[in-house]
């Protein structure tokens, strides 16, 4: 007899969509016999490819595991983190479908240390704890009025998401003209590296952001800070190149400023007014106002906004898309050609599975948690609450660039497409030809 335990946790309330080999069976046979609609535009990558070529092979060890999992090989008595196997069913017992081992996928921003310091906090997920993420690294950083993140510069490029409040930036260029603006909740920025620049949070509450940087080793800790450089430098040369006195030099910070309380600035308009004005304004724009941008693509199941270099000129070498999905939706099955992709979750729950030649793994998102997907390796996100999903994709591009499964199969002859999938010209006809990037669902219950 199964413990209460185990009944809150047989397949088919782990699996809700009913990803199990029984309800394959149902809908369509597998292996060399065919494939049917439902398994061919399932919401799994692996779905497909195991649909259309499993072998008898592997239809017998997908049945073993079914079995396995309605009989006592399933029960654990051992020690379990229910809260978080609660937060992860498809991670714990995913779909059948999967196989293989990939590169891990999934980090989790709640998972790392905050650096607290009066004025405010950072905390970051870097290669150190998501290894295959050689190209990206994210940052959170959250600072009270009127605190600054003191003035610094990177040796790689810095793009930012405002989760929340407002924020006032300044950066300047080698030509000695200077940027400054306000932003707000959903805005963003870049500045290129070695570009100097500072953070500082506005009324009412501050503000809280998300850094990414084009370099997956970087870190927070290491920047270039302006009062860690003064008091490493001689105070002979401080006064030799600053052209102050002695008495002055002493009174410069003797230790890193790094986050740090101070009064709330001056308006936009003085502040642009103290430093000369339109004589030094910065030709570049450095923030965009992704907050009041018309969708990408809209579809009746999400909607995408993608920002990139082509949009956000200054945005040289980090592209993204802003992603949000309804309750049952998906993000199709699709790659992207030109660059790994970096997700951060905003809010919502979902699933996706990551497909490449080395498997196939689904993996659980929540809200601030962080995905990866391999260069060129198939992918969906599934929408599994009851709540909108929200998500960054980001890229080490200059470009955003994706291939959709749907529009590769519906631009391709028909003939063609039979040889591969054993659909018929009716089957392929209701495949959508159209790239939707958010395809709608009906929500689970």
């Not at 595991?65 to 978080?84: C, I, M, R, V």
């Not at 570049?284 to 009746?300: D, H, I, N, R, V």
């Not at 949000?324 to 939706?329: L, S, Y």
């Not at 970096?342 to 689904?362: L, P």
Request: aromatic share 8%; net charge negative.
């Amino acid at each position: 007899m199964k413990t209460a335990k185990e009944d809150a946790r047989l397949p088919d309330a782990i699996r809700p969509d009913g990803d199990n080999l029984a309800t394959e069976q149902q809908n369509g046979k597998l292996g060399t016999e065919g494939v049917s609609r439902r398994t061919f535009l399932g919401v799994s990558s692996a779905s497909l490819a195991s649909a259309a070529l499993a072998s008898l092979a592997g239809a017998q060890e997908r049945a073993d595991t079914e079995k396995a999992e309605q009989d006592h090989s399933f029960s654990n008595p051992g020690p379990e983190n229910q809260p978080l196997l609660d937060e992860n069913p498809n991670s714990n017992f995913p779909p059948l479908t999967d196989h293989g081992n990939i590169t891990p996928t999934w980090y989790s921003f709640d998972l790392t240390h905050k650096r607290v310091q009066p004025g405010g906090w950072t905390n970051e997920v870097t290669q150190k704890v998501l290894p295959p993420s050689k190209d990206l690294a994210g940052v959170r950083m959250r600072l009270t009025v009127g605190s600054f993140r003191e003035l610094h510069w990177h040796e790689a490029d810095e793009w930012a998401y405002m989760l929340y409040g407002n924020c006032r930036v300044t950066c300047l260029n080698p030509d000695g003209t200077v940027f400054i603006n306000d932003l707000t909740k959903g805005d963003l920025w870049y500045f290129p590296a070695g570009y100097p620049h500072s953070l500082q949070g506005l009324g009412p509450d501050g503000t809280e952001f998300l850094l990414v940087f084009d370099e997956g080793m970087f870190s927070e800790d290491t920047t270039l800070l302006l009062s860690d450089w003064l008091r490493h430098t001689p105070p002979s040369v401080l006064s030799k190149n600053l052209g102050l006195p002695a008495s002055a030099i002493k009174k410069l910070p003797n230790k890193d400023l790094y986050i740090f309380p101070a009064d709330p600035p001056a308006s936009l308009a003085q502040d642009k007014a103290a430093v000369g004005g339109r004589q030094v304004e910065s030709p570049y724009q450095y923030t965009f106002k992704l907050s009041t941008m018309a969708p990408t693509k809209q579809t009746s199941g999400g909607e995408v906004h993608i920002v990139d270099s082509r949009t956000f000129t200054v945005s040289k070498n980090i592209a993204m898309a802003l992603v949000t999905i309804k309750p049952g939706g998906l993000r199709e099955l699709h790659w992207h050609p030109n660059a790994s992709e970096w997700q951060y979750w905003i809010a919502g729950k979902g699933r996706m599975t990551v497909f490449n030649s080395d498997g196939a793994h689904t993996m659980d998102f929540n809200a601030n948690d962080v995905g990866y997907v391999p260069k060129v390796a198939g992918h969906y996100i599934e929408n599994t609450g009851k709540t909108d999903v929200v998500f960054l994709e980001m890229f080490a591009a200059s470009e955003y660039q994706d291939v959709s499964l749907n529009n590769w199969i519906r631009h391709l002859p028909p003939e063609l497409v039979e040889a591969h999938t054993n659909l018929d010209a009716d089957a392929i006809d209701k495949i959508p030809a159209e790239k939707l990037v958010v395809i709608p669902g009906q929500p689970r219950p």
